[in-house]
């Protein structure tokens, strides 16, 4: 955005008040009296006169600091002060406040009749306002008498007043810690109620699975005894001859000898390793009704042995993952049909199964596999950050763009099929400005959208390598543009001129134009429907709009403590947001709620890249570092480090490259992965 200056309103301040001339003797005297007033309102226990006092209890008032007479002093004209009052003044002037005649320290007489007075005064104020500790106090201060058999009374009375006040004291901290047990009984059964369920729920699935597996035991016994049967009856031994007579069928074709003479000794082999072949399923039946595992070839227990491996190492994750569906799922199935039908058919109760499949693509892979790497340009050189990598329609052609001006289309097969250190591109297009972001359209092929810096939205025709439409509405650089799923003639882009804007190619202006406070950073429509579109925005949120009514967002998620970078969509009600904060968010769009949290890659400054498919979601990292999330658990899954030979002999930290963008292909664990070097490498999930 634009830098803007606006002078902002001055707060008001208040003038200081002018000093007064320092030789002024009035100022002196005014100091003196504020001085000596602050000494006597915190000497004495009486504040200033009330208004409305008498004239006798202004009497009693000293005419310097206006409070009562502390210490009181007559002087030679018969005037009353405080000690400290007078002296002062008189160490300033020779003369009396009140009457101006001449005056010194040697004429100054102590007042004991006025200090017998006001010492009663004081006594008689301690008994209204004082409390009874304070009135006894001053009691045996004024050295009242007192009798041997008052004291004891009073000892008693002081007591019994102690014993009481303690057992008060005992019955409130009784109450309160009973309050607290109660409270903590009440919580800790709450606890064990909800742990009781979810112990019956483990129960229920427990049972659901062992039946389920012992059936899947069950029906290969008897798959194994047909087989057993069918061997030892010699009409089918005629119908299914061995794989072996068959292959020597092919060189023999008029051969009419008997399987069981061509080969004497294949049947009995082939009964042998049947019967072994039974007799290891039976153990495995056995092994399951003792919930022990049954052994298996050494390529098998080891892959059992490494998923159980990545199930105690987020053991935490997937237990609140499956308490979470397991405690859902029992609400739903009273009231929704179908999840009661599920449980019939499989056996299980609801959320079960979709734990059983979280936790099968979970433990199915944990590392990623390079299968081939791309190159282009100038290894060194910043041209060749790829900042958006996209799949066609049909996945059969990625194309790539960024800051070398050039959009290069290349043939997946021949990438992953045909090794070559350089490939070259199947379809090349020159820009004017570097690009940003990449969509193919979802109904045509050939039809890509790009957006690049100066703020232009192009639509490309791939055959024909010439652009179709361009937009030049932006006023600064489009960060995303995105083609509807279900309306092909729509799509939407965002810029750093805080508007969203939704094209038609049909037009050659804008249909709807979104003003925003903040930069756009990604748009992104719902699969599912061309009316909802979500808004990745600087302002740290993600605006979710209904183009129906443009005005107002349907919902704002919050949540992010950084610039959300991008956003994309899982399924019709999934929203994966990434955020300049290292974080990535899961969002419920349907029920406008915050799902999950991602943590383990980092992200502060750069377009890392963001990719989903149905399970997983897949990120960038300003570490080299490609990370997999799977989206029911918030640690990643897997994670690769791009590492390049040709970074021994050069000058560049390889920690200063970036993942810049990735790419999953369509309901495969394939993806396409780019960093800010320029390279380029096809991973698979791999176990």
Known sequence: MGDSSVAGALVPSVPKPEAAPSGDASAAALALAEEA????????????????????????????CMAVIKDAFLTACGHSFCYMCIVTHLSHKSDCPCCGHYLTKAQLYPNFLLDKVLKKISARQIAKTASPIDQFQYALQQGNEMGVKELDSLMTLISEKKRQMEQQESETNMQILLVFLHCLRKQKLEELNEIQTDLQYIKEDIGAVERHRLELYRTKERYSMKLRMLLDDPAAQKMWPSPIDKASSLFLPNSRTPLSASCP????????????????????????????????????????????????????????????????????????????????????????????????????????????ELRHGDLFHSANIVSSIEFDRDDELFATAGVSKRIKVFEFSSVVNEPSDVHCPAVEMATRSKLSCLSWNKYSKNVIASSDYEGIV????????????????????????????????????????????????????????????????????????????????????IHYFDLRNPSAPVHVFGGHKKAVSYVKFLSNNELASASTDSTLRLWDVKDHCPVRTFRGHKNEKNFVGLSVNSEYI?????????????????????????????????????????????????????????NSQGTIKVLVLAP
């Open 458 to 541: 192009t639509v490309w025709d791939v055959q024909t390598r010439q652009s179709v439409m361009e937009y030049e509405e932006h006023e600064k650089r489009a960060w995303s543009v995105d083609f509807s799923r279900t309306e092909p003639s729509m799509l939407v882009s965002g810029s750093d001129d805080c508007k969203v804007k939704v094209w038609c190619t049909k037009q050659e202006a804008s249909v709807i134009n979104i003003d925003m406070k903040a930069n756009i950073c990604s748009v992104k429509y719902n699969p599912g429907s061309s009316f909802y579109v979500a808004v990745g925005s600087a302002d740290h949120h």
């Open 37 to 64: 007033g602050t000494r006597a309102a915190s000497a004495s226990p009486q504040g200033p006169a009330e208004e409305g006092e008498g004239p006798a209890d202004r009497d009693l008032l000293c005419p310097i």
């Open 618 to 674: 897949a990120c960038g990292s300003e570490t080299n570092e490609v990370f997999v999330y799977h989206k029911a658990i918030s640690k990643p899954a897997a994670s690769h480090r791009f590492v390049s030979s040709d970074l021994g002999d050069a000058e560049d930290d390889p920690g200063s490259y970036f993942i810049s963008a990735v790419c999953w292909k369509s309901d495969s664990p394939t993806m396409l992965t780019a």
């Open 265 to 372: 000794g294949s049947l009995q082999n082939k009964k042998l390793d049947l019967k072994a072949q039974v007799s290891h399923q039976g153990f495995q039946r056995r092994d399951a009704l003792t919930c022990s595992d049954p052994p298996n070839s050494p390529i098998q227990s080891g892959n059992i042995i490494a998923r159980k491996r990545r199930v105690q190492a987020q053991f935490n994750e997937l237990q609140e993952y499956y308490l979470q569906r397991r405690r859902t799922g029992a609400q739903a199935r009273r009231q929704e049909e179908r999840d009661i039908v599920a449980m019939n058919r499989e056996g299980y109760h609801a959320g079960l199964q979709d734990f059983q499949s979280v936790l099968t693509t979970f433990t199915r892979y944990s590392r990623l596999r390079v299968i081939a």
